[in-house]
Antibody, heavy 120, light 107 residues
Framework: EVQLVQSGAEVKKPGQPLKISCRTS????????IAWVRQMPGKGLEWLGM????????RYSPSFQGQVTITVDNSITTAYLQWSSLEASDNAMYFC?????????????WGQGTQVIVSS | DIQMTQTPSSLSASVGDRVSITCRAS??????LNWYQQKPGKAPKLLVY???TLQGGVPSRFSGSGSGTDFTLTISSLQPEDFATYFC?????????FGQGTKVDVK
């Protein structure tokens, strides 16, 4: 069974670093892109970027380039999204999603989401 | 970036109604168009990929159509569990952008 399990909710102060995780199982990790998606309170979905674990090819949305970093640890089939210095505007729910490596590139499995609260 | 414009942003409907949601891309995206359903507090769920292919396990009352720049998601007979927000997403060029969403609620 394919599963993407995300780390738990985080409460941080502006300026603090943060790394959240997306632990995968049930499929060949290197064969699928892992994308990260932001959803601010009451708003729509925003695509931050994605990584292909087989070769660590990483693509970012220009809107988020330099603001976040996406990495993987192939030894534990886990993807990460990290910030070096959080801002209040990072307050949101973050989802990871598995996307096929060819064909439609659709996001067929999603993590349950990680709530990030940034407040002074 | 490719802009995805969804219409309407919300609609009110009754059980049994036929509902259609439109998504327009700012440039041609062939058939690299996916539709997702999201319920409050939950992750999005893939309904349709490649514009018209139903994801496994998705009821046949859902259907997708279109190619190029104009796409439609149709629910042939709305059921109580279909009240939710629907998003389109293009996966033709990165960044893979989403439409702003269409909330379907009870009339």
């Amino acid at each position: 069974e394919v599963q993407l399990v995300q780390s738990g909710a985080e409460v941080k102060k502006p300026g603090q670093p943060l790394k959240i995780s997306c632990r995968t199982s049930g499929y060949i990790f290197g064969d699928y892109w892992i994308a990260w998606v932001r959803q601010m309170p009451g708003k729509g979905l925003e695509w931050l970027g994605m990584i292909y674990p087989a070769d660590s090819d990483t693509r970012y949305s220009p809107s988020f380039q330099g603001q976040v970093t996406i990495t993987v640890d192939n030894s534990i089939t886990t993807a990460y999204l990290q910030w070096s210095s959080l801002e209040a505007s990072d307050n949101a729910m973050y989802f990871c999603a598995r996307h096929s490596g060819s064909g439609s590139f659709s996001g067929d499995y999603w993590g349950q989401g990680t709530q990030v609260i940034v407040s002074s | 970036d490719i802009q995805m414009t969804q219409t309407p942003s919300s609609l009110s409907a009754s059980v049994g109604d036929r509902v259609s949601i439109t998504c327009r891309a700012s440039q041609g995206i062939s058939r690299f168009l996916n539709w997702y359903q999201q319920k409050p507090g939950k992750a999005p769920k893939l309904l349709v990929y490649s514009a018209s292919t139903l994801q496994g396990g998705v009821p046949s009352r859902f259907s997708g159509s279109g190619s190029g720049t104009d796409f439609t998601l149709t629910i042939s007979s709305l059921q109580p569990e279909d009240f939710a927000t629907y998003f389109c997403q293009q996966t033709y060029y990165t960044p893979w952008t989403f439409g702003q969403g269409t909330k379907v609620d009870v009339k």
